[in-house]
């Protein structure tokens, strides 16, 4: 008789051990599942107040781009609603806080707004990355690729005719001359106002033979400007004297 006892034991023990792990395994899923659903209701709560808080913003905001080498100040144009707004939206919900710099060439533009760079696991997709949609093109005549400007990177010409923008990579012109050829095939929304120095530390930075650069240059936070930051209309309780 025991001799049948014991691998009856043994079958319930890996019974109760497989369920112990099923239960387990369920268990980190549906905490997974939670979590991935609140990261989505964060997300969804940043972008309408961002959204709220874009309805109040003056036509050509200045927003601050902090960099782990510095601070660049760019102005975005009103002439480019488009391009503008989805800037707004993405700095405004902290879409690009923690955002790589991740194609720099000395000489020409650095290139950053791959979501993908945040990840370290995704390094050979970094420059592939967006927020799920593209923009169309904005181009303007009067805005050109001059020194810190800021321009929306896009695929080829091949591949994407009519020229439509990343939802959210950018570059910005560290080499007007160099630059010059992409005037009127790019849609530049805006220009630098403070920073052209900082351009420069970044465009000098080592990189690899796919020009990422070898040490981090990290986008802490893009930020509006203090000086562009809406002030609240006081009440004409408030205002009144004692």
């Given at each position: 008789?025991?001799?049948?006892?014991?691998?009856?034991?043994?079958?319930?023990?890996?019974g109760i051990i497989a369920a112990s792990c099923g239960n387990n395994s369920k268990k980190a899923e549906s905490e997974a599942e939670q979590a991935a659903r609140e990261d989505s209701l964060r997300q969804a709560?940043?972008?309408?107040?961002?959204?709220?808080?874009?309805?109040?913003?003056?036509?050509?905001?200045?927003?601050?781009?902090?960099?782990?080498?510095?601070?660049?100040?760019?102005?975005?144009?009103?002439?480019?609603?488009?391009?503008?707004?989805?800037?707004?939206?993405?700095?405004?919900?902290?879409?690009?806080?923690?955002?790589?710099?991740?194609?720099?060439?000395?000489?020409?533009?650095?290139?950053?707004?791959?979501?993908?760079?945040?990840?370290?696991?995704?390094?050979?997709?970094?420059?592939?990355?967006?927020?799920?949609?593209?923009?169309?093109?904005?181009?303007?005549?009067?805005?050109?690729?001059?020194?810190?400007?800021?321009?929306?990177?896009?695929?080829?010409?091949?591949?994407?005719?009519?020229?439509?923008?990343?939802?959210?990579?950018?570059?910005?012109?560290?080499?007007?001359?160099?630059?010059?050829?992409?005037?009127?095939?790019?849609t530049v929304f805006g220009e630098t106002v403070e920073g052209l120095d900082v351009i420069d530390r970044i465009a000098k930075v080592a990189t690899d033979r796919r020009d990422r650069p070898i040490s981090d240059?990290?986008?802490?936070?893009?930020?509006?400007?203090?000086?562009?930051?809406?002030?609240?209309?006081?009440?004409?309780?408030?205002?009144?004297?004692?």
């Open positions: 008789m025991r001799k049948y006892l014991f691998p009856a034991i043994c079958a319930m023990a890996l709560e940043k972008m309408a107040e961002a959204e709220a808080l874009m309805q109040k913003l003056e036509e050509e905001p200045i927003f601050d781009i902090q960099t782990n080498l510095g601070m660049i100040k760019v102005k975005l144009y009103s002439k480019t609603p488009k391009h503008k707004a989805n800037f707004e939206k993405l700095a405004l919900s902290g879409f690009y806080d923690g955002i790589l710099f991740h194609r720099v060439i000395d000489g020409f533009m650095i290139q950053g707004g791959d979501p993908n760079t945040k990840d370290t696991t995704l390094v050979e997709k970094y420059g592939q990355g967006g927020p799920g949609y593209t923009i169309p093109a904005e181009i303007i005549p009067d805005y050109r690729h001059k020194k810190g400007a800021l321009a929306a990177a896009r695929r080829g010409d091949a591949a994407n005719p009519e020229r439509e923008s990343s939802g959210s990579q950018f570059y910005l012109v560290q080499s007007e001359e160099t630059c010059a050829q992409l005037d009127g095939a790019y240059v990290r986008i802490i936070s893009i930020k509006l400007d203090p000086i562009c930051v809406p002030q609240e209309k006081e009440t004409a309780d408030s205002s009144k004297t004692e």
